[in-house]
């Protein structure tokens, strides 16, 4: 597919949070789907509705994914409602409850096959460097082997592009703030509420990231 003379070449894994928005934000112009799962999680419903609102912005195509069979069959508070999710700081012991059995490995593998069937080269996902250590399938290590396994898998090649891999979320909300991004327009919260609750390992994160990048948080928070 090509855009103004530019290859769009390129499948994103979009959540709506603040990383996969930047990352739309940011590639746009070589990114021809955005892919948005539907796994079950607290706060599935709310991101699905930002990611869908980026899309529409950008003009690129969003298809919405279901995976129910993760919210029926797998373990992690992230699908079992919002008192389940841990308060506190984005740490290792304090979110790994959190944890969705290799979640992105099964979006990859899903994403992998539509970049096939659309004859698109790359998947995009943005991963960062503090979801290291809580999240196994977040590592390097993990999407490096991804990756391998997509090429050697397709006829096309595919590939994972993976580029804040080794960079903080603060960097990535500095990059956003350059592209000129309102990240009131995204959502971060596990617990899924209609405010964000300011409390959980990802709001913290969230509100740390901004203001670490000089971004005034415009983002609703329950009192």
């Given at each position: 597919?090509?855009?103004?003379?530019?290859?769009?070449?390129?499948?994103?894994?979009?959540?709506?949070?603040?990383?996969?928005?930047?990352?739309?934000?940011?590639?746009?112009?070589i990114i021809a789907l955005a892919?948005?799962?539907?796994?079950?999680?607290?706060?599935?419903?709310?991101?699905?509705?930002?990611?869908?609102?980026?899309?529409?912005?950008?003009?690129?195509?969003?298809?919405?994914?279901?995976?129910?069979?993760?919210?029926?069959?797998?373990?992690?508070?992230?699908?079992?409602?919002?008192?389940?999710?841990?308060?506190?700081?984005?740490?290792?012991?304090?979110?790994?409850?959190?944890?969705?059995?290799?979640?992105?490995?099964?979006?990859?593998?899903?994403?992998?096959?539509?970049?096939?069937?659309?004859?698109?080269?790359?998947?995009m996902l943005a991963n960062h460097?503090?979801?290291?250590?809580?999240?196994?399938?977040?590592?390097?290590?993990?999407?490096?082997?991804?990756?391998?396994?997509?090429?050697?898998?397709?006829?096309?090649?595919?590939?994972?592009?993976?580029?804040?891999?080794?960079?903080?979320?603060?960097?990535?909300?500095?990059?956003?703030?350059?592209?000129?991004?309102?990240?009131?327009?995204?959502?971060?919260?596990?617990?899924?509420?209609?405010?964000?609750?300011?409390?959980?390992?990802?709001?913290?994160?969230?509100?740390?990231?901004?203001?670490?990048?000089?971004?005034?948080?415009?983002t609703v928070y329950e009192e």
């Amino acid at each position: 597919m090509t855009f103004n003379g530019m290859e769009k070449d390129s499948v994103i894994v979009l959540s709506g949070g603040m990383d996969s928005v930047t990352l739309l934000h940011e590639y746009k112009d070589i990114i021809a789907l955005a892919l948005t799962f539907d796994y079950g999680s607290n706060h599935n419903k709310r991101e699905i509705a930002c990611a869908a609102n980026h899309c529409k912005e950008l003009g690129i195509k969003h298809i919405v994914i279901p995976l129910e069979f993760m919210g029926q069959y797998f373990k992690s508070s992230l699908l079992s409602g919002a008192d389940a999710i841990p308060e506190g700081d984005y740490a290792e012991e304090n979110m790994k409850s959190t944890v969705v059995p290799f979640r992105n490995g099964i979006m990859l593998a899903v994403a992998c096959g539509m970049a096939e069937s659309y004859d698109l080269k790359k998947v995009m996902l943005a991963n960062h460097f503090g979801d290291h250590s809580i999240y196994p399938d977040c590592r390097k290590s993990f999407v490096d082997a991804m990756s391998l396994a997509m090429t050697e898998g397709t006829y096309c090649g595919v590939e994972i592009f993976a580029p804040y891999t080794g960079i903080s979320k603060t960097d990535i909300a500095r990059h956003g703030k350059s592209l000129g991004i309102d990240y009131s327009t995204t959502y971060s919260c596990y617990k899924g509420g209609e405010k964000h609750c300011g409390k959980c390992g990802t709001c913290c994160e969230r509100i740390e990231a901004l203001r670490a990048a000089g971004i005034e948080d415009t983002t609703v928070y329950e009192e």
